[in-house]
């Protein structure tokens, strides 16, 4: 096995419960995130994106197969370790910004470090380093609701890469942004992508953004097809 891959997952199926009627949402996914990749999941509404984002994020376990995050099975863990190896390996960016509204800029990209017990200082220069990367060394004192839409974005990236997580998940990172707001969040990721070497798996409506991502998937009918 590469010690490249940061996510896997095998034979991954989902049903839910409704009622006396047994949903599928899918079946039999496999899929590979290997480190610096950037990877798309597209599909219409309903196909399952964000339920397959919450199995790779062990955020809910799967009917049948396995994910793997840096070799460890999410279902082999408990939810303390669970959560806690989220915290460090994982980095999570969403359509909705949910940054903390009573704190700054430098205080949300801070949060992360501080939960998962960095020391202050090297935490304070870590994120001041990464809101100068993502274009915001004159902003870290602003609160969220001094931001404009694309720079709450670009504090929410910053967060998300606090910790130097493995890979980072994005859901719709760029759905309630306008043109050219998007298309510079897109060249900022794949900027980072770079910079950190890390694994970005994006789901989206938007297929413009495929043509700078290194592999991409569509969700549909249960099954994922490789596009690229
Ligand atoms: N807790 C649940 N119980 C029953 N069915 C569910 C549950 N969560 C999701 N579903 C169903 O699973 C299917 C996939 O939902 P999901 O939210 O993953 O789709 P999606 O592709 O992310 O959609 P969108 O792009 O609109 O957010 C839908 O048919 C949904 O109704």
């Given at each position: 096995?590469?010690?490249?891959?940061?996510?896997?997952?095998h034979?991954?199926?989902?049903?839910?419960?409704?009622?006396?009627?047994?949903?599928?949402?899918?079946?039999?996914?496999?899929?590979?995130?290997?480190?610096g990749?950037?990877?798309?999941?597209?599909?219409?509404?309903?196909?399952?994106?964000?339920?397959?984002?919450?199995?790779?994020?062990g955020?809910?376990?799967?009917?049948?197969?396995d994910?793997k995050?840096?070799?460890?099975s999410?279902s082999?863990?408990?939810d303390?370790?669970?959560?806690?190896?989220?915290?460090k390996?994982?980095?999570?960016?969403?359509?909705?910004?949910?940054l903390?509204?009573?704190f700054?800029?430098?205080?949300?990209v801070?949060?992360?470090?501080?939960?998962?017990?960095m020391?202050?200082?090297?935490?304070?220069?870590?994120?001041?380093?990464?809101?100068?990367?993502?274009?915001?060394?004159?902003?870290?004192d602003?609160?969220?609701s001094?931001?404009?839409?694309?720079?709450?974005?670009?504090?929410?990236?910053?967060?998300?890469?606090?910790?130097?997580?493995?890979?980072?998940?994005?859901?719709?990172?760029?759905?309630?942004l306008?043109?050219?707001?998007?298309?510079e969040?897109?060249?900022?990721?794949?900027?980072l992508?770079?910079?950190?070497?890390?694994?970005?798996?994006?789901?989206?409506?938007?297929?413009?953004?495929l043509?700078?991502?290194?592999?991409?998937?569509?969700?549909?009918?249960?099954?994922?097809?490789r596009?690229?």
């Amino acid at each position: 096995m590469s010690n490249n891959i940061v996510l896997e997952c095998h034979s991954l199926s989902k049903q839910y419960q409704d009622g006396k009627q047994v949903i599928e949402v899918f079946h039999s996914i496999d899929l590979t995130l290997n480190k610096g990749e950037a990877c798309a999941i597209v599909g219409a509404s309903g196909s399952g994106k964000t339920t397959l984002l919450n199995l790779l994020a062990g955020l809910d376990l799967a009917t049948t197969g396995d994910v793997k995050l840096a070799q460890v099975s999410w279902s082999s863990i408990s939810d303390a370790k669970r959560a806690k190896m989220r915290n460090k390996e994982m980095g999570f960016v969403y359509q909705f910004h949910h940054l903390l509204a009573e704190f700054s800029a430098l205080e949300n990209v801070l949060m992360p470090m501080w939960i998962a017990g960095m020391n202050k200082q090297e935490a304070k220069q870590r994120g001041e380093t990464l809101l100068a990367q993502v274009g915001l060394k004159d902003r870290l004192d602003h609160k969220p609701s001094q931001l404009s839409g694309g720079e709450r974005q670009r504090v929410a990236i910053a967060r998300a890469l606090a910790n130097r997580p493995a890979c980072v998940l994005m859901d719709e990172p760029t759905g309630n942004l306008d043109e050219a707001t998007s298309l510079e969040i897109q060249n900022l990721i794949n900027e980072l992508k770079v910079t950190y070497n890390m694994a970005f798996l994006v789901v989206t409506h938007d297929e413009k953004m495929l043509g700078w991502m290194d592999s991409a998937h569509r969700l549909s009918q249960g099954a994922l097809h490789r596009l690229k």
